[in-house]
Nanobody
Framework: VQLQASGGGLVRTGNSLRLSCKAS????????MAWFRQAPGKEREFVAV????????YYADSVKGRCTISRDYNKWTVYLQIDNLKPEDAAIYYC?????????????????????WGQGTLVTVSS
């Protein structure tokens, strides 16, 4: 599976941004797609995940209420809408693909459990 992330850029605090991640290759084997982010000097952290069926969606507490993850079946694309951006949202955002359902709910939240990764897209937030 190949993942191509896009949509990052420079945005002002309080504005919105929509990131996209297009899957190709063995995309039909996808069970779930997620977004993680990594700020300079920090570890990669979970942001949001959706099962490809849409029946399971989780958000990190840091973005809950400001973030919406969605997917377009026809385009094999997952989106991440972030509203009311804050300086702490600045990071490289990575999309990730998981081929199998995790045994436990927490399995969605750890980057090691994902099978494929996109190249990342940079989000910079200015005040």
């Amino acid at each position: 599976v190949q993942l191509q992330a896009s949509g990052g850029g420079l945005v002002r605090t309080g504005n919105s941004l929509r990131l996209s991640c297009k899957a190709s290759g063995r995309a039909r084997s996808t069970f779930a797609m997620a977004w993680f982010r990594q700020a300079p000097g920090k570890e990669r952290e979970f942001v949001a995940v959706t099962s490809w069926s849409g029946g399971t969606i989780y958000y990190a507490d840091s973005v809950k209420g400001r973030c919406t993850i969605s997917r377009d079946y026809n385009k094999w694309t997952v989106y991440l809408q972030i509203d009311n951006l804050k300086p702490e949202d600045a990071a490289i955002y990575y999309c990730a693909n998981k081929l199998t359902e995790p045994q436990y709910r927490n399995g969605y939240f750890f980057s090691d459990n994902y099978d494929y990764w996109g190249q990342g897209t940079l989000v910079t937030v200015s005040s």
